[in-house]
């Protein structure tokens, strides 16, 4: 199974991704209903943690259509209740998956965390239907810098140095947003597009909220480097939260193709 930083059964994580969900579904929204879906369309989401975005599909696909959700654990989606839903506890990187079968796939900051993130794209391509559509999320974390002067600046400035080293070691990429439309062009999908976001992290509001919880949970792995010290990462999760903090947030990249297909 891939490796994964962010495992369900911490006790902060479900928080996280409600935190999550609420920070980014909105550009996420945006994108997806720009995907032309046909009527009763079959979608996949993969890696949908809490589900906020397979629940919006399954209203937008509506009775006739169909939402296959999946996760490494899907412990979060069972309170989900919408009757054209399948939940499937399922790694993308290696369960049996279905060929030529989705008007559109979409995951959200899940490649980036897997390895063999290359693989998995060109077995997406395979699972959608010709003409389907492939929408993908990831950070890129070249964007993640705090505001000069801010409160806690020095400490967050070594944390992003700090995560540069964790991510990899982990097989996580902190570069995998950018790369995402190129990727797309080289697996043979037309129509590619892409658009980055950023958010600001504002001490207080639920932007830096959703910095400070991650931070809480790669704490550990970041002392690990040597570069700070559990006295720092406190020092940290305390300023994200005063109003002098600030930073920009890693850009997310929405990237989308069509397979060549009627
Ligand atoms: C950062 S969370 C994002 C959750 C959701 N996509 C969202 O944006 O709200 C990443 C999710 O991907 C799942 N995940 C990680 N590796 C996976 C894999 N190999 N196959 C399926 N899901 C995976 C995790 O369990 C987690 O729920």
């Given amino acids: ?15 996280r991704l409600d935190v999550l969900e609420q920070v980014f579904d909105p550009a996420s929204r945006d994108c997806l209903g720009r995907v032309p879906l046909p009527p009763g369309g079959q979608c996949l989401e993969i890696g949908s943690g809490a589900g906020s975005i397979a ?5 937008r696909v509506g009775p006739t259509g169909r939402v296959v959700a999946t996760d490494l654990d899907t412990g979060f989606l069972e309170a989900l209740t919408e009757s054209n839903l399948e939940v499937r506890r399922h790694d ?7 060929t030529d079968a989705f008007d559109l796939i979409h995951a959200r900051l ?8 290359d693989h998995v794209v060109r077995r997406l391509v395979r699972a959608l239907r010709p003409g389907g559509w492939l929408v993908l ?59 980055g976001r950023v958010h600001v992290g504002l001490g ?17 792995p970041m002392i690990g480097t040597g570069l700070m010290t559990g006295t720092d990462v406190d020092e940290l999760l305390r300023a994200c939260e005063d109003p002098g903090f600030c930073c920009l947030l890693p850009t997310l990249v929405t990237a989308w193709g069509r397979r060549p297909g009627p």
């Fill in 137 to 195: 999320e990831d950070f890129d974390w070249s964007s993640f810098v705090p505001a000069p002067g801010c409160t806690g600046g020095d400490l967050m400035a070594t944390a992003v140095e700090a995560l540069h080293l964790v991510f990899p070691a982990a097989g996580a990429a902190t570069d995998f947003g950018r790369a995402l439309p190129l990727d797309f062009r080289a697996v043979g999908l037309v129509e590619v597009g892409a658009e």
């Fill in 204 to 220: 207080g509001t639920p932007v830096a909220t959703w910095w400070r919880m991650t931070l809480a949970k790669l704490g550990p």
């Fill in 1 to 15: 199974m891939a490796a994964y930083l962010f495992e369900h059964d911490w006790d902060d994580e479900r928080d």
């Fill in 110 to 117: 899940v490649l980036e965390h897997i390895p063999q993130r």
């Fill in 55 to 59: 629940r919006w599909l399954c209203d």
């Fill in 92 to 98: 993308i990187v290696a369960d049996d998956l279905e």
